[in-house]
C-alpha cells in the first residue's frame, strides 16, 4: 500500500468514526432556533386557518355564495354582492391596469434610452411606488373621482381605479423582469432583417413574454382582490343587488368581511369566517393559475 | 485555440495556395467596383477608440475574410457594414461606410433600409422562438416585401440554404428542435430570404462543430455566385478554404492608457495573404506565433 492509499483510508476512517462537526451544540442550538422559527411562523398561519374555518363551518353552504346579505335571516346571509362586486372589481382593475402596465415596461425596456435621466427617476420610482401603502392609492383614487365630477365614489369605477392604481407598479415590474429574460440575440436577429423595434418587440419580444406577463400580472390582480382599504376610503357600503354596470354601487368581498365581522350579531360573524375561506379559495385559485402558466409556457433559452 | 491549431498546420504553409478550393479563380489584384467600401472609419464606444483608420473594398460575388485576435475591431467593422452598431449604447462612427457608393452613414439614411439590403448572420444561432416556416417569412413579413406566394419564397430560402430536404417535413414545428449546426442554416435562409446583396457573417461557424462548420462552408461557397459575403472569423483555416480576399486586423494598445486600438494591418488575396504577406505581423500571426 502507499503512502497516499495510506493516509486517504485513515482520513475516510477518521471522518467516519468521528463525531461530525454539524452535531456540536452551537450548531445544534443553532438548528433548533431555525425549526421554531419555522414553527412559529407557520402554525400561527395554520391555527389562524383552522379556527376560521372551525369558526365557519356551520355557514359552508350555497346561501353563503348565492344570498344577499340579511337582517332578517341572518342565518342565511350571503356574500353575493360582495363576490359579484370583486370579479367587476378585478374585470375593470384588469381593464385598466394591463394595458396600462405593459405599455409602460415595453416603453422602458425596448424603446427607453437606458442612460437617460428622466427613465432613471421613473424606475427608482416604480420601485418606491410598489411599496406605498394601498389606502394612499384609494385617496388617490377619491381624488381623481372627484375630479371627474363624481359625488358617490363608492361604484365600480372608482374601486377599480384605486386597485388598477395599487396593483399598476407590479405589472409594470414583472412585465419588464419577462421582457428582460427574452436573449438580445433575438432582438439583434430581427433588426438584422430590417425590422423595426415595434415590429421585433410586437411580433418577437412581446409573444416570447407572455407567460411571464400573464404570471405577474396575475399575482398583482390576487393581491388587488384582497384589499380593503382603499375601498375603505372610497366608501364603499353595503349593497344588495349586482352590479351592472362601471358606474353602478358595488360593495367588495373583503369589504364585505369587514362589516360583518364587527357586528355584534354571531349568525354575521360565523357567516364573516366562511366568507374568509371563500376569499382565501379565490385567492389560492389564482396563484395556481399563475403557477400553472408558469411551469407550462415558460421557456429556456 | 488559434494559435495551437495553426502551429500544427502552418509548418506547410506553402501548400496552402494548393488545397485553397478556388485557387483557379482569376481575381483583380483588388475588388472592382467594389460593393461595399469603408474609408477612414472609426469606431469608438464612449470615449473607448475601438477601430482606428480602415479602408477596405469587398468585391462583388467575392467571399472577404477579416482575421485577427481577439479585440483587433473585426467584429465592430462588420457590424458598422449594416449599422448594427447603432443599436450600441454610446457608440459612434466616423469616416464612411460606402455602399455603391453611398454613405450608409450619410444623414436621411435610414438604418433599417440598410438593414434590408445588407443581412447578418450572427455568432450563435438564434432563431426566432417560431416554427421554421414562420422563421423564413418573418424577414419578407416585416419588411412589407411584395410576395407572390410565400410557400414558394420559404421553399427557395431553405433550398439556398441546403436544408430544404431536412426540415421539408417539419415546417411548422419549432425551429428550437432543429440542431445547432441547422439552425446556423436556418439562419442563412432567414436572411436570403429577404433577397439582400450582402450577408455579413459574425463568426459563424464559432459554436458548431467540424462537419456542421464544413457544411456551411460548402454554403458559403454556393451563396458567392448569388451574394456578396463579409466573414469575421477566429478560424485562419475557414479564412483560407472559403474567402477569396483577407483582411488582417491587429490589436495597438494606446501608450498612455492601455486601451487596445484596432487597425487594418494588411489586405489582399487569400492565397497571398497565407502564402506570402507583406507584413511581419500578418506572417507571425497566420504562422502562430501570436494571437
Known sequence: ?301 | MASATSSDTFPQMGSFGDVHMHAERRLPDSPVNPVMETRDLNVYYGDFHAVHDVNLAYGRHEITAMIGPSGCGKSTVLRCLNRMNDLVAGAHVEGEVLYHGQDVYAKGVDPIAVRTQIGMVFQKPNPFPKSIYDNIAYGPRVTGMKVDNMDDLVEEALRGAALWDEVKDKLKQSAYGLSGGQQQRLCIARTIATKPDVILMDEPCSALDPIATARVEDLMLDLRNEYTIIVVTHNMQQAARVSDRTAFFTARPDETTGNRTGLLVEYDLTSTIFSNPNDKRTEDYISGRFG
Open chain 1, 1 to 301: 500500500m502507499s503512502v497516499a492509499t495510506q493516509t486517504a483510508a485513515a482520513t475516510v476512517t477518521a471522518t467516519l468514526s468521528g463525531r461530525s462537526r454539524d452535531r456540536n451544540v452551537a450548531s445544534l442550538v443553532f438548528l433548533g432556533a431555525l425549526w421554531f422559527s419555522l414553527f412559529f411562523g407557520v402554525m400561527v398561519l395554520v391555527a389562524l386557518i383552522i379556527d376560521t374555518a372551525i369558526t365557519g363551518s356551520p355557514r359552508f353552504d350555497l346561501n353563503l355564495l348565492t344570498q344577499y346579505e340579511s337582517t332578517i335571516r341572518k342565518d342565511e346571509t350571503g356574500f353575493r354582492a360582495g363576490i359579484l362586486g370583486s370579479l367587476w372589481l378585478m374585470g375593470v382593475t384588469a381593464l385598466m391596469a394591463i394595458p396600462l402596465g405593459i405599455a409602460a415596461a415595453i416603453y422602458l425596456e425596448e424603446f427607453a434610452s437606458k442612460t437617460s435621466r428622466f427613465n432613471r427617476v421613473v424606475e427608482i420610482n416604480l420601485q418606491n411606488l410598489a411599496a406605498v401603502p394601498s389606502i394612499i392609492y384609494g385617496m388617490l383614487a377619491v381624488a381623481i373621482m372627484g375630479l371627474l365630477g363624481y359625488n358617490y365614489k363608492g361604484i365600480v369605477l372608482g374601486g377599480a381605479m384605486a386597485l388598477a392604481l395599487l396593483i399598476l407598479p407590479v405589472i409594470v415590474i414583472t412585465t419588464r423582469e419577462a421582457l428582460r429574460a427574452v436573449p438580445d440575440e433575438i432582438r439583434q436577429g430581427s433588426y438584422a432583417l430590417g425590422a423595426t423595434v415595434w415590429q421585433t418587440t410586437w411580433r418577437n419580444t412581446l409573444p416570447s413574454a407572455v407567460p411571464g406577463i400573464a404570471t405577474g400580472t396575475i399575482l398583482g390582480l390576487s393581491r388587488a382582490i384582497g384589499e380593503a382599504a382603499p375601498l375603505l376610503i372610497l366608501g364603499l357600503a353595503t349593497v344588495r343587488f349586482d352590479p351592472t354596470g362601471v358606474e353602478s354601487k358595488v360593495t367588495a368581498l373583503p369589504m364585505q368581511i369587514y362589516n360583518l365581522s364587527s357586528a355584534p350579531q354571531l349568525d354575521f360573524q360565523v357567516a364573516a369566517s366562511a366568507a374568509i375561506i371563500v376569499l382565501l379559495v379565490m385567492i389560492l385559485g389564482m396563484n395556481a393559475l399563475a403557477i400553472f402558466i408558469r411551469n407550462k409556457f415558460q421557456r429556456s433559452w
